[in-house]
Nanobody, 115 residues
Framework: QVQLVESGGGVVQAGGSLRLSCVASGISFRINGMAWYRQAPGKERELVAT???????SVEDSVKGRFTVSGDPALKAVFLQMNSLKPEDTAVYYC?????????WGQGTEVTVSS
């Protein structure tokens, strides 16, 4: 049974930092890549950052310069370092392992940024 477990969310003041972690278990094959999404209250889920199996990574413009994605595809782990957090970053953050024949999601970890 595949499981993606996120951790690291919490409540932080504007300007603060958090580091999210996502570790998968139950995956025995090589994965294609990993991603972080977020869903703010009343809004649709949106892509935040991606990382390919060969280490290429990118973040969306809304978080560029503040968020960094890293990870180890071999260990099925992905991280999201979030600095200079803003109230608009408040959301539930989900990790995602997408593939041609699969699409795994974590349960989400909540991030609240107070002004």
């Amino acid at each position: 049974q595949v499981q993606l477990v996120e951790s690291g969310g919490g409540v932080v003041q504007a300007g603060g930092s958090l580091r999210l972690s996502c570790v998968a278990s139950g995956i025995s094959f090589r994965i294609n890549g990993m991603a972080w999404y977020r869903q703010a209250p009343g809004k649709e889920r949106e892509l935040v950052a991606t990382m390919s199996s060969d280490g290429w990574s990118s973040v969306e413009d809304s978080v560029k310069g503040r968020f960094t994605v890293s990870g180890d595809p071999a260990l099925k782990a992905v991280f999201l370092q979030m600095n200079s957090l803003k109230p608009e970053d408040t959301a539930v953050y989900y990790c995602n392992f997408p593939g041609r024949d699969y699409n795994y999601w974590g349960q989400g970890t909540e991030v609240t940024v107070s002004s």
